[in-house]
């Protein structure tokens, strides 16, 4: 085993600080790589604080992860040592079932999470990448062009591939009405990603205070949507309307928005139930759907068309130490979008 340095919660009452972990040593398979970059998600936080069933600690947050190969096993074929890598949010699956076969890993009932999760032996914890060095096989291990900033590119294992899934899962293309409810991590993000599939965007938010980015970022339009005759004006317009937010939201008056076979997809995660009137789906055939983030080959995909596209997220860099101060300001929705940690310069 490699003793690794990391950065974790002992406990749902503790801060993110530093402590030792254990990492597997290379077997045939696998790829181990060092750390460089890791995204701070709106996850990690509620993780390390105990906000969900089923807490693991000690707890090492981190799945948006960016590393430099450093030593691969005897049968790995994918990667080679010096290869700028990505590691997203799992690490392992069954590989033999239905969703594994059709490259949706994420939704295999044995899917293993990149922390607060157990390998597949049902013993070992899983550990993120607020860590020096990872060991991870290289079937989910992923490759980064050197097109990338690796830092703006870490975001985008979480971040990048929540938001692309639901445009190709409801074939946004060139024409398509997209309407982004929220800009923040995930919500700038979508702009990019429907803007470069020839979307006509328009920015949803609670305030104007973020009109220009929403702009510089590729939207067309931006409304306020605490002006009533923001869903007057936008009535019967969309064809896809990605809620990024987690708050709880009017969704009928949103259901209002979509045009016929339009489609309002949740990817933030409200604390309660939600409720709409159906009747509201009933016209004009609209639904209500929900998404996740994506398998390996769709977040290689992803990777690959930001190359071709330069996207990456904008971030702002930070060293390890500043990580409990960076929780405390994404609660405060201060930051423009993503936090990214240097683990290059994480003391020993």
Excluded at 63 to 86: L, N, S
Excluded at 146 to 162: F, H, R
Excluded at 205 to 214: I, L, M
Excluded at 222 to 230: K, R, S
Aim: hydrophobic share 40%.
């Amino acid at each position: 085993m490699l003793t690794t340095l990391a950065w974790g919660a002992l406990d749902a009452a503790s801060p993110i600080a530093p402590l030792d972990i254990l990492r597997r040593e290379p077997g045939p398979n696998d790829v181990l790589f060092d750390v460089l970059y890791c995204g701070i998600c709106h996850t990690d936080i509620h993780m390390s604080r105990g906000h969900f069933a089923g807490a693991i600690f000690p707890m090492v947050p981190g799945h948006e992860i960016v590393g430099r190969v450093v030593r691969v096993g005897e049968a790995v074929t994918r990667h080679r040592v010096g290869d700028v890598v990505g590691v997203g949010c799992l690490v392992d699956s069954c590989r033999h079932c239905d969703e594994c076969e059709a490259g949706h890993e994420h939704f295999c009932d044995a899917m293993v999470g990149t922390y607060n999760a157990l390998e597949r032996d049902g013993r070992t914890p899983t550990y993120g990448g607020y860590s020096a060095r990872m060991t991870v096989d290289e079937n989910y291990v992923l490759r980064i062009s050197p097109k990338l900033s690796p830092a703006a590119a870490a975001p985008l294992l979480c971040a990048g591939i929540t938001t692309y899934s639901p445009l190709r899962h409801w074939n946004v293309t060139k024409g398509s009405r997209v309407g982004v409810v929220g800009l923040g991590g995930l919500g700038h993000m979508a702009v990019k990603f429907a803007a470069a599939m020839g979307a006509e965007v328009t920015v949803l938010s609670t305030s104007d205070g973020k009109k220009g980015d929403a702009a510089r970022l590729g939207a067309r339009d931006f409304a306020v949507t605490q002006d009533p005759e923001t869903f007057n004006r936008l009535a019967g317009r969309f064809d896809l309307i990605l809620n990024t937010v987690s708050a709880s939201v009017d969704y009928d008056a949103y259901i209002g928005l979509l045009r016929r076979d339009g489609t309002l997809v949740l990817l933030g995660v409200p604390d309660g139930p939600v409720s709409f009137n159906a009747f509201g789906l009933l016209m004009r055939r609209k639904s209500v759907a929900a998404s996740l983030i994506g398998g390996i080959r769709e977040t290689q995909e992803m990777l690959d068309f930001c190359a071709e596209h330069d996207i990456v997220s904008d971030i702002e860099v930070i060293v390890i130490d500043q990580v409990n101060e960076a929780y405390g300001r994404i609660l405060r929705s201060d930051v423009r979008y993503r936090f990214v940690i240097d683990l290059a310069r994480m003391k020993p």
